[in-house]
């Protein structure tokens, strides 16, 4: 299947990437994240394609059962509509030159940031920015050294971090569990620091014996100064490892793991000559200039979390799983 290019400027459009119609890691990292906002689009991670034509469809307004990822008539006249009503098929020139003249009439003004598709409200990162934090880093604050290793047990917290290998045994089965049976062993997290989300201090869908854990984390992140630089966290989702259905669950289904801005810290594979691009260093930060910093991944590592960016061969920087490596 070949995906017309007005088709890829639609799923970035309603993404919140810039609608040039060219494919690259921005683009799929913002579609990947819409398409995890959205229930009703399930895809396999690795089909390109059919994630571009599920976002479309999706932004489209077609109805759930009709969001297949597949390019058909209906599609093509759902899409082509939504394109138009968006001034999506006009020169890139004219188009922004519209754009602006309704940004200054402020009438009927919306930003790309905050694109509303047939009436549903996108929930994608519109709801705050990114930040960076002010002032230098701090690693160290009275007695805790983020920097030496060791980790933090909170309150009510667990002593030890489980393993791979007896995860199931000390969160459940999720796959067992089902996402009903899952839910179950969820809680919700309240009057949390920050300003992420809705700024509403809320967290849901969060495994009971992780919550004292995340709590502690932004606290931290709070006492170390970087917490404005956390504005979006998702959490729970019942889903296959990188949305395909032959992998195992993710541990997003345990409600164990979190991600964290997403649009800023993308997900992708280095080629074994670009493996050099470890965390934090000028590579790094020319990769990810608005990436998550030292502090707040530390803050994370102080209570126990595994970080996604410390993995060579798949860098996950917007992930964190409350799951230890080794031992
Ligand atoms: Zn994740």
């Given at each position: 299947m070949r995906v017309p290019k007005f088709v890829l400027k639609a799923a970035q459009y309603a993404a919140g990437v810039d609608a040039d119609g060219l494919w690259g890691p921005k683009t799929l990292a913002a579609l990947r994240q819409y398409d995890m906002e959205h229930d009703e689009i399930k895809i396999a991670m690795g089909d390109k394609d059919k994630l571009i034509v599920s976002v479309a469809q999706h932004a489209a307004g077609m109805p759930k059962r009709k969001i297949d990822g597949i390019y058909g008539p209906a599609t093509e006249k759902a899409v082509k509509d939504y394109v138009a009503e968006q001034g999506l098929d006009e020169d890139k020139a004219g188009a922004r030159a519209r754009a602006r003249a309704k940004t200054q009439s402020g009438s009927g003004a919306r930003s790309r940031a905050t694109a509303v598709s047939k009436g549903k409200a996108r929930?994608?990162?519109?709801?705050a920015t990114w930040q960076p934090h002010e002032g230098p880093d701090i690693y160290e604050i009275d007695d805790i050294?983020?920097?030496?290793g060791t980790i933090i047990t909170p309150k009510r917290g667990m002593d030890e971090i489980p393993t791979r290998r007896i995860m199931k045994q000390v969160y459940g089965d999720a796959l067992a569990l089902g996402e009903s049976g899952i839910k179950k062993r969820l809680v919700s997290l309240r009057d949390l620091p920050g300003r992420f989300n809705k700024g509403e201090g809320k967290l849901y869908g969060v495994h009971k014996l992780a919550a004292p854990h995340l709590r502690l984390a932004l606290q931290l992140c709070e006492q170390f100064g970087v917490i404005d630089e956390i504005y979006r966290i998702g959490t729970f989702n019942y889903r296959h490892m990188r949305h395909d259905k032959s992998r195992p669950l993710s541990y997003h289904s345990y409600g164990i793991a979190l991600d964290m801005n997403p649009r800023e810290n993308f997900a992708w594979s280095p080629k074994p000559n670009q493996r050099k691009v470890n965390p934090f260093t000028k590579a790094w930060q020319k990769k990810y200039p608005r990436g998550l910093s030292e502090v707040v991944v530390l803050c994370f590592k102080k209570v126990g979390y595994a970080w996604g960016g410390d993995w060579p061969s798949f860098r996950d920087p917007m992930h964190f799983e409350l799951v230890a490596r080794r031992r």
């Open positions: 929930t994608a990162s519109g709801w050294d983020l920097r030496d």
